[in-house]
């Protein structure tokens, strides 16, 4: 009974997601407005050299323009039906999601469906699915690479036919989630270091590589890096920042409380501690760094008012900064906890991967950074062989939440 509620809710909150995104009539906004000329300049120059190095306002790659430009006729480039297109590869994202947990949790049809379902309670999903962004597109390929990698994790240890077709699958779907978003190129480490700590045969792992490299270098050299030349003024501030590292990893462990604060480990000697890094950072950031950091603050504003959002935004980023680092002690501990579990350690070493990304934009911190790993995370959190009767109102906050947050910027209500 509580499973077919929870896919209710759950079915209610993608249907709710879908709405916003098909009858949003709102022109473009936010780094919406970014993306279509560059799929008009491909369509002018097509894919060579010179398109790769006109770009401009685009630090993604161009699996935006690989994807738009084909259904320009059916989209126009324009609301809604250049936002439809996240929707719909959201769709394809929880099926390739519901094939995994079926296959690698062994979960029966209709738990796999809740499981893959799930996505839609973590917030930042709603606005990147309902404005058209590039994280989605990314993501797709990024989840297929994932599951080919867990078809060979899953077989025996010896190089078979059928493993070097999807070692190569897996590394053309992650060339193409690269050149769409770069933080994913990472995610040609935890593949290597799972075969490495299983002692599975590292020849698996060569057609992997050279087909992700051999699609996604080519691309990097014509720019000289690992975003265009036009861009690299505008979002050049520094080589990293830690700050937005540890923010990420925070932000991946509000996803957990979301999905299943069970996962957490948890004690008394840890609560000290937890406590004692917050007050730590809230001294140090206020005698020295000064930084500032207030999820939702337009949202929040207007519950608790502008006086008490001073005293929110001084003592939310010594909290998140603890937090984030008590994220990362979990994550080992329940590697160790889960060493014989290949594919929890892929996704686990890939949510790592990406998070630590954040630190490398040093121009700014976003949640859409964390949400490129909203998959991994997924597989990292999700347990539904455990009774949780607080698993509906934590999904539903979730799911508001990220309302809200698509709200913002779209302005719909």
Known sequence: MLNRFTVLILSLGLVTLAALTIFNLNPLLFDEVLFP?????????????????????????????????????????????????????????????????????????????????????????????????????????????????TLILSNDHRVKNINIIYSIIAGVSLSFAILGRSPYLLLVFPFLITLLYYKQDIRLYIPFIIFTMALTLPVFFIWGGLIPPLQVRQVSEGWIKPWHGILACSYA??????????????????????????????????????????????????????????????MISPILAAFGLYFVFCCFVKLKEKNLDKVYTLAVLSSLSILATAATVTHQFSSRYVVQAAPFLLFMFIDLNKDDKWRVPRLIVGMTIGFLSLNTYAKII
Request: net charge positive.
């Open 37 to 149: 000329p560059n799929v008009e300049l491909m369509e002018r120059l097509g894919f060579g050299r010179k398109f790769l190095t006109l770009m401009k306002d685009q630090a993604p790659g161009p699996l935006y323009e690989f994807i738009h430009l084909p259904l320009k006729s059916i989209t126009g480039l324009k609301p809604p039906g250049i936002r439809i297109v996240n929707l719909v590869l959201l769709l394809i994202i929880m099926f390739v999601l519901f094939k995994i947990f079926k296959k690698n949790f062994q979960y029966e049809t209709e738990k796999a469906w809740i499981a893959a379902l799930n996505i839609i309670a973590i917030p930042t999903i709603w606005q990147v699915t309902g404005l058209a962004l590039t994280e989605i597109p990314a993501m797709v390929f990024a989840v297929i690479s994932f599951y080919f990698l």
């Open 253 to 314: 462990g509000i996803i957990g409380i979301i999905i299943n604060p069970k996962w957490f480990t948890v004690s008394k000697k840890i609560a000290i501690i937890f406590v004692c890094m917050a007050a730590a950072f809230f001294l140090i950031n206020f005698l020295w760094l000064g930084y500032e950091f207030a999820p939702m603050s337009v949202t929040i504003q207007k519950i608790i008012g502008y006086k008490t959002m001073i005293v929110y935004k001084r």
